[in-house]
């Protein structure tokens, strides 16, 4: 059975940075993509940043030059660097490991950017 296990949220000022993790326990098959979404109260989850394998990474246009998404395949790991924050991106930031069959979906983690 496979989980993923987010870290890295937290509370952090208006310009400030944070890094999250989300690290994949167990083995995921035919994996096509990880990525990073994120989702205000009463609202749906909208896409934050993409990794397809093998292809090209897609960022949602609000967090374009600020926030970089990247992947450790040999640690089942993808990050999400988040810079020069603002206080719309508080949110509940999921991470998402896509495969052929079926999508993984971490926890949720909190990020509270205060102004």
């Known amino acids: 059975q496979v989980q993923l296990v987010e870290s890295g949220g937290g509370l952090v000022q208006a310009g400030g940075s944070l890094r999250l993790s989300c690290a994949a326990i167990?083995?995921?098959?035919?994996?096509?993509?990880m990525g990073w979404y994120r989702q205000y109260p009463g609202k749906q989850r909208e896409l934050v940043a993409v990794?397809?394998?093998?292809?090209?990474?897609n960022y949602a246009d609000s967090v374009k030059g600020r926030f970089t998404i990247s992947r450790d395949n040999a640690k089942n790991t993808v990050y999400l660097q988040m810079n020069s924050l603002k206080p719309e991106d508080t949110a509940v930031y999921y991470c998402?490991?896509?495969?052929?069959?079926?999508?993984?979906w971490g926890q949720g983690t909190q990020v509270t950017v205060s102004s």
């Open positions: 998402l490991y896509r495969t052929s069959y079926y999508d993984y």
């Open positions: 167990g083995s995921i098959a035919s994996l096509n993509a």
């Open positions: 990794a397809p394998r093998g292809g090209t990474t």
